[in-house]
């Protein structure tokens, strides 16, 4: 099945948000099935963990690369960048317990704000 962007209307809020194919192909990276979300993304953060600091776990981290994504607790991953990480980048390395906030850039949404959670 070819993915492509679908309009879709918030039961939260009314307003009309995009079910983009990037969420939908990472969904099926995931293994998971392939489920429109009923809310847009700000009211499903909302219901998520509130406003503020998420919990995650770095799924990977490139420090040659500058950039990595982290295992929500939603399921999907978030994309973060170097300049996003707070302290010491190299040691940001796999399934370390991470602190985030999550900021929508043009490019989607990312992880910003991303310390050690200890
Ligand atoms: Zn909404």
Redesign the pocket.
């Given at each position: 099945m070819p993915f492509r962007d679908q309009l879709l209307t918030?039961q939260?809020?009314g307003?009309t948000?995009v079910y983009r194919v990037e969420e939908q192909r990472l969904q099926k990276e995931m293994g998971l099935e392939l489920e429109p979300p009923t809310?847009?993304a700000?009211?499903r953060e909302d219901v998520d963990t509130g406003p503020g600091l998420r919990a995650g776990i770095v799924k990977w981290y490139q420090e040659d690369k500058h950039f990595g994504f982290i295992s929500q607790g939603n399921g999907s991953d978030i994309f973060f960048h170097r300049s996003g990480i707070e302290g010491d980048p190299t040691k940001f390395v796999e399934n370390t317990p991470v602190w985030y906030e999550v900021t929508e850039t043009d490019r989607g949404l990312q992880a910003v704000n991303v310390h050690l959670r200890e």
């Open positions: 918030c939260s809020c307003e948000f809310r847009c700000k009211c």
